[in-house]
């Protein structure tokens, strides 16, 4: 079987080419291949240089290949040099820093993101002295660069889309040229994506897909004369890359070489290069997903798709013998447990008997399976699915029947009674179809009477019911406890601690269990009556948090709550939210706190044991009566050992699943997933490491052409991600020693918004550093690499000037420096609006919108708002979810003041904008950013000023990850806006004035996009009288 071959380039009769996360070389004339590098990462792009000695290439690092760098190779002496410390952020949608170009000196021009605030875009630098010093270009965004005729060809935006295919929105490749004059015009700008642009003679080649499928096409230096050459229909050509005379190019895991003076396509026969083993080893805890508690010293879980049944210790191991890939192991009796196992049609359902080993599946497909509980004696199963169906499933037939079935969302929270008579389940609703927000109630159903009984009104969120060991009592929490808490920093409230639990006697007379009620007063009638039952509902008296379990005991009830956190680590890292497990007394009404720093729980089936995963990734097990006796789970006694090849088959199948059966619109899903399927399953098999099949998999995800088609996080390899050392400063070499050019500082008295020298209240511009620890620093030692041996700890820094003033300081060496280069960016730009408004305009930006775009947002509008004029930045906006609540604060404007004996007016509204507004978007600012650009122009709340926004507009809600932990994110729920309809799509929010950002105003250092806001509020406000009270001489 070959392989998959990437990233080729060519000079003269010499191919290089990637491989196997390796880098080949293949002679045309001989027809020999050679493998140059190995083992040093994932390489995923490689380029000769001019003089064909030299090859720079890009290597990936960190298990989500989260970093990246450049290195050198020399074909002479088989060195290997790393030439960058950047650690550009790398994603599979974005390859930060990396191979932009050659100068006609041969140096090496690199594109990273690393020394600028935003992650939407990258900047060209020209490596010098083999990494001693990097010269920016100062041109602004671009990926590519070229030179013809002593001029610059940039191309802005031109890196690959294979998850976009079809793109037409504003941050579609454009590729601009240098004029005579010193400035650049635009020459290739089509109403569809351009990417991997090269020059051969006086054309420029690059890749489009302007006629429905990618080909390759050039026009000439002016972008005209534009010409198709390909004709390819099964695959679309990938990086292109030329010696000047012939093109060589990537399509369907293959090499061609096109000639452009014969308008010929030759196909590379390379031939098998690697035939690994295809067998896998893994650490079972490193891929643990679903877990619980089994009968005695035995539990369950799933790691990697396969179910393991082990005692604690880990002595006694056992793998259900199904292929992958199953997804929940639950305990259906003694010795047996139920499973979930998912194929490319669907979910089933199995049972395993441990003590026999038979293994007995149903054929009845459940659907996609987010949820599972089993009663108690093993004969039936619930299960939810993306129908938004509860199912039981009878566990000796295998067949199911659907208890309910909600309009709006999964029911996926379920518990089955001890006595296995009643399944309570919290029901997603809405009282009409445009309402916006789902409530739940708790609906109860009765398995003899096949009836549905509610069980709270529906006027609230009530989740998580249980029942108690007797079966009398049923158990849920609610968000009833309403008590508002106030913003410290506007006039705002949020509720944050508003969950309680609640208790419902199954049966009329019974007393609430929390309360001591005398014997005498008990009336119980001994028969189960759920008619009315919510009238019965009563709160337990605990105090009001954010719980998401509640657990009845004997004479106690436990408590899994999540204390109030910020949500910053959580949404942007991914980090789990750390649970309390609390117990209340109900003798003594008081609460203890039992554990701490719990990320996940399940309990056994009787409720008397509890099995959690805490914050430390591994998995405990512990008596709930005695939770001090807590033992670690040995989960990696025994490796897990799987096939390459048929995980790779069943990863790509799952990921085509999802996109068929998460894709927003069902029609088009319908028409095209089988042909998707297809097409790209039968290049699984050339696949030899995860980022081979990666590339497979976003190709066949771009097939739907449309946004947030996304492959993200996931396990490629063992190297460990690449370090960058920042005290956030910018250096130059003057001489062989390196000068700070300048330092980098927000607001001095905010955290972490300055370089850390500016600790010793010194100005560290213009100072030499000398040595860093002792280590001498210069052009042969360089300063980058020494920083990054330094990433993350305290490091001694001798500085120095020319007239002999040197000083020793104590610094932390940062491992990424971003926010306060972002920080400085934006008060910058705040003091220019500032100063050049004469004090009349205010300056907001927001980076995105979530929880970082929220404090900046707020940070700012506090003051801000309260100039006659408001410039609303949102260029580089990385998206979210919240533009509702800027647009909500933005809308407010002022109606009057309150005036006080003593002080200064209050406005009313508080939170209100003073005057005049402007908002600036460009191309970088997508997804939610793409609605807040719309809604800001279409509410009229001022002009809409910049370039085109990205375009992307159909959101996501990733649920399930890959054996390897891969997120797939499929969009699902397209944007629809009155007057456009689905429009923004794919095409992005159109300014009310369009203003370019060309390179050469980079160069210049001028920023046309801000000075035109500023111009045009001060001709708005040129006209704009303000009336404020005057305080009467006479009482009101």
Same mark, same amino acid.
């Given at each position: 079987?070959p392989n998959l071959?990437l990233?080729?380039?060519?000079n003269?009769?010499r ?5 196997c996360?390796d ?5 045309l004339?001989?027809g ?5 590098v190995?083992d040093i ?7 000769f ?6 090859i720079?290439?890009?290597v ?5 290949l ?8 020399d074909s002479?002496?088989g060195?290997? &040099?790393r030439?960058?410390?950047?650690s550009?952020?790398s994603? +599979?949608?974005?390859m930060? !820093? $990396?191979?932009? @170009?050659? =100068?006609?000196?041969g140096?090496?021009?690199?594109s990273s993101d690393?020394?600028?605030?935003f992650?939407?875009m990258t900047y060209?630098y020209?490596v010098e002295?083999?990494?001693?010093d990097?010269?920016?270009l ?5 990926t590519?660069i ?5 001029r610059r060809?940039?191309g802005r ?6 998850h976009?295919?079809g793109y037409?929105?504003g941050?579609?490749g454009k ?8 400035t650049?015009k635009?020459?290739v ?9 090269v020059?051969?003679?006086h &054309?420029?080649?690059f ?5 429905g499928? +990618?080909?390759?096409?050039s !026009? $000439?230096?002016? @972008?005209? =004369?534009?010409?198709?050459h390909t004709?390819f229909?099964d695959?679309y050509p990938?990086?292109?890359?030329t010696?000047?005379?012939r093109?060589v ?5 293959s090499?061609y070489i ?5 308008e010929?396509v030759?196909?590379l026969e ?5 035939s690994p083993d295809?067998r896998l080893t893994?650490i ?9 508690p089994?009968?005695?010293?035995l539990?369950a879980f799933v790691?990697?798709?396969?179910a393991?049944i082990?005692?604690v ?11 992958? &890939?199953?997804?929940y192991v639950r305990r259906a ?6 499973f979930?196992r998912?194929t490319r049609?669907? =979910? ?6 441990y003590r026999?080993?038979s293994?007995?599946?149903?054929n009845?497909n ?19 699915n993306?129908?938004?169906?509860i199912l ?10 659907v208890i309910?079935r909600?309009?709006e969302?999964?029911?996926t929270?379920f518990?089955i009674?001890d006595n296995?008579r009643?399944v309570?389940?919290s029901?997603p609703?809405k009282h009409g179809?445009?309402?916006g927000?789902?409530m739940q109630?708790?609906h109860?159903?009765?398995v003899d009477?096949r009836?549905?009984?509610k069980?709270t009104?529906e006027?609230s969120?009530d ?12 158990y849920?929490?609610?968000y009833?406890?309403?008590d508002?808490t106030p913003?410290?920093v506007?006039?705002n ?12 006697p199954?049966?009329p007379g019974?007393?609430n269990?929390t309360?001591l009620?005398?014997?005498s007063m ?11 039952m919510?009238k019965?509902s009563s709160?337990?008296?605990v105090?009001p948090g954010?719980?998401r379990?509640?657990?009845p005991?004997?004479?106690s009830?436990m408590?899994y ?14 980090a789990?939210e750390k649970?309390?497990l609390?117990?209340?007394d109900?003798k003594?009404?008081?609460?203890t706190?039992?554990?701490r720093?719990?990320?996940d729980?399940?309990?056994?089936v009787d409720g008397?044991?509890a ?11 512990f008596?709930?009566?005695k939770?001090?006796d807590?033992?670690?789970v040995?989960t990696d006694?025994?490796p897990?050992s ?6 790779f088959l069943q990863?790509?199948?799952e990921?085509w ?10 029609v088009?899903?319908k028409?095209v997933?089988?042909?998707i399927?297809?097409?790209y399953r039968k290049?699984?098999p050339m696949c030899v490491?995860r980022f081979d ?6 190709e066949?995800?771009?097939e739907y ?21 920042r ?7 003057n001489?062989d020693r ?11 008295s ?8 500016f600790?010793?209240?010194i100005?560290?511009?213009g ?5 860093i620890d002792?280590?001498?620093v210069s052009?042969q030692?360089?300063?980058f690499?020494i920083l990054?041996?330094k990433?993350?700890?305290s490091?001694?820094?001798?500085l ?5 003033e ?7 060496v940062?491992d990424?420096d971003r926010?306060?280069?972002y920080r400085?960016?934006?008060e910058e730009?705040?003091?220019y609006v ?6 009349m305009?205010g300056y ?11 404090n900046e947002?707020?940070r700012?509008?506090i003051?801000e708002?309260?100039?006659?004029g ?7 906006n990385g ?6 609540l800027i647009i909500?604060k933005?809308?407010?404007r ?5 005036n006080p004996?003593?002080g200064?007016?209050?406005?009313y509204p508080?939170?209100?904008?003073r ?7 460009n191309?970088y600012?997508g997804s939610?950013g793409?609605?807040f650009s719309?809604?800001?122009?279409k ?7 910049g370039t085109?926004?990205?375009?992307g507009?159909v959101g996501i809600?990733?649920r399930?990850r ?12 397209a944007?629809?806006?009155?007057d456009?309809?689905f429009?923004?799509e ?6 009310d004035?369009?203003?370019e950002?060309?390179?050469?105003d980079?160069l ?5 996009q801000?000075d035109?806001?500023?111009g045009s509020l001060?001709e708005e406000?040129r006209n704009w009288?303000?009336e ?6 006479k009482?009101?």
């Amino acid at each position: 079987m070959p392989n998959l071959l990437l990233n080729p380039d060519i000079n003269g009769d010499r191919i290089i080419f990637v491989c196997c996360d390796d880098l080949w070389e293949h002679d045309l004339k001989d027809g020999k291949t050679r493998r140059i590098v190995t083992d040093i990462g994932v390489i995923n792009n490689a380029r000769f240089y001019p003089d064909g000695r030299r090859i720079a290439f890009r290597v990936m690092r960190g298990a989500p290949l989260n970093t990246a760098e450049v290195y050198s190779y020399d074909s002479m002496n088989g060195q290997v &040099r790393r030439l960058t410390y950047f650690s550009g952020r790398s994603t +599979g949608r974005r390859m930060f !820093t $990396d191979i932009a @170009g050659f =100068d006609p000196e041969g140096n090496l021009i690199i594109s990273s993101d690393a020394m600028h605030p935003f992650s939407s875009m990258t900047y060209l630098y020209k490596v010098e002295k083999d990494g001693a010093d990097f010269v920016p270009l100062n041109v602004g965004p671009a990926t590519h660069i070229m030179f013809v005729d002593g001029r610059r060809v940039i191309g802005r935006n031109t890196f690959e889309l294979p998850h976009w295919k079809g793109y037409r929105g504003g941050t579609r490749g454009k590729i601009w040229i240098e004029t005579d004059h010193g400035t650049f015009k635009k020459i290739v700008d089509i109403s569809t994506h351009v990417s991997s642009p090269v020059i051969v003679g006086h &054309r420029i080649y690059f890749i489009t897909d302007i006629d429905g499928f +990618g080909q390759i096409y050039s !026009t $000439d230096l002016n @972008g005209g =004369d534009m010409r198709r050459h390909t004709s390819f229909s099964d695959y679309y050509p990938r990086h292109l890359n030329t010696d000047g005379r012939r093109i060589v190019f990537s399509m369907g895991g293959s090499i061609y070489i096109f000639d452009p003076n014969t308008e010929k396509v030759q196909k590379l026969e390379i031939g098998d290069l690697e035939s690994p083993d295809d067998r896998l080893t893994n650490i079972p805890s490193k891929f643990a997903e679903d877990f619980s508690p089994l009968d005695g010293d035995l539990v369950a879980f799933v790691s990697r798709g396969q179910a393991i049944i082990q005692d604690v210790s880990g002595s006694y191991v056992m793998k259900v013998p199904e292929p992958l &890939r199953i997804r929940y192991v639950r305990r259906a009796g003694e010795t047996k447990v139920a499973f979930i196992r998912g194929t490319r049609d669907g =979910d089933f359902l199995g049972i395993y008997d441990y003590r026999t080993g038979s293994v007995n599946e149903f054929n009845e497909n459940l659907g996609n399976v987010f949820a599972m509980a089993v009663n108690k004696t093993g004969k039936f199963a619930v299960v939810a699915n993306d129908r938004f169906e509860i199912l039981m499933v009878d566990l000796e037939s295998g067949t199911s029947s659907v208890i309910e079935r909600s309009r709006e969302a999964m029911i996926t929270d379920f518990a089955i009674s001890d006595n296995s008579r009643f399944v309570a389940y919290s029901f997603p609703l809405k009282h009409g179809e445009t309402d916006g927000y789902v409530m739940q109630s708790i609906h109860v159903y009765d398995v003899d009477q096949r009836k549905i009984f509610k069980a709270t009104t529906e006027n609230s969120h009530d989740y998580a019911p249980a029942f108690d060991a007797d079966s009398k009592n049923l158990y849920y929490l609610s968000y009833r406890s309403l008590d508002p808490t106030p913003d410290r920093v506007v006039l705002n409230f949020s509720f944050e601690v508003v969950s309680r639990p609640f208790v419902i006697p199954l049966k009329p007379g019974s007393p609430n269990p929390t309360k001591l009620v005398p014997p005498s007063m008990v009336s119980e009638s001994g028969e189960y009556d759920l008619s009315d039952m919510y009238k019965r509902s009563s709160p337990i008296n605990v105090e009001p948090g954010d719980y998401r379990m509640v657990i009845p005991l004997e004479s106690s009830i436990m408590l899994y709550n999540v204390p109030v956190h910020g949500e910053y680590a959580s949404y942007y890292q991914g980090a789990p939210e750390k649970g309390v497990l609390i117990k209340y007394d109900v003798k003594t009404k008081k609460t203890t706190e039992v554990k701490r720093n719990l990320t996940d729980m399940r309990l056994s089936v009787d409720g008397k044991n509890a099995m959690v995963r805490k914050d430390d990734g591994k998995l405990y097990v512990f008596a709930l009566e005695k939770p001090e006796d807590e033992r670690m789970v040995e989960t990696d006694r025994r490796p897990l050992s799987s096939s390459r090849l048929e995980e790779f088959l069943q990863m790509y199948d799952e990921a085509w699943k999802l996109a068929r059966d998460n894709y927003w619109n069902e029609v088009v899903a319908k028409e095209v997933s089988d042909r998707i399927y297809d097409k790209y399953r039968k290049l699984v098999p050339m696949c030899v490491t995860r980022f081979d099949l990666s590339n497979v998999i976003v190709e066949m995800q771009g097939e739907y052409r449309t946004s947030h088609s996304y492959e993200m996080g996931g396990t490629f390899t063992d190297k460990d991600q690449f370090k960058s050392g920042r005290i956030a400063c910018d250096f130059k070499l003057n001489g062989d020693r390196y000068e700070i050019a300048k330092a980098y500082v927000g607001d001095y008295s905010n955290e972490g918004e300055k370089s850390p020298i500016f600790e010793y209240g010194i100005d560290p511009t213009g100072y030499r550093i000398e040595d860093i620890d002792g280590e001498p620093v210069s052009e042969q030692n360089n300063l980058f690499r020494i920083l990054s041996e330094k990433s993350g700890t305290s490091a001694r820094i001798r500085l120095s000037k020319e007239n002999g003033e040197a000083k020793d300081l104590m610094i932390d060496v940062l491992d990424d420096d971003r926010f306060i280069r972002y920080r400085s960016w934006v008060e910058e730009n705040r003091r220019y609006v500032h100063e050049k408004s004469g004090g009349m305009i205010g300056y907001i930006h927001i980076p995105d919108m979530g929880m970082m775009g929220l404090n900046e947002f707020y940070r700012l509008f506090i003051n801000e708002s309260s100039y006659p004029g408001l410039i609303v930045d949102v260029r580089f906006n990385g998206g979210g979810f919240v533009s509702q609540l800027i647009i909500e604060k933005l809308m407010n404007r002022r109606l009057g003041y309150d005036n006080p004996r003593r002080g200064t007016l209050s406005p009313y509204p508080t939170n209100s904008v003073r005057g005049k507004m402007i908002a600036i978007t460009n191309e970088y600012a997508g997804s939610d950013g793409d609605i807040f650009s719309f809604s800001f122009k279409k509410l009229g709340l001022g002009k809409l000023i910049g370039t085109r926004t990205w375009g992307g507009v159909v959101g996501i809600s990733p649920r399930r990850r890959l054996i390897d932990g891969t997120v797939l994110s499929q969009p699902e729920f397209a944007f629809w806006f009155r007057d456009t309809g689905f429009g923004v799509e794919n095409y992005g929010v159109d300014p009310d004035v369009e203003v370019e950002y060309a390179p050469h105003d980079y160069l210049k250092g001028k920023d046309p996009q801000l000075d035109y806001a500023i111009g045009s509020l001060m001709e708005e406000l040129r006209n704009w009288n303000e009336e404020l009270p005057q305080r009467p001489d006479k009482n009101i």
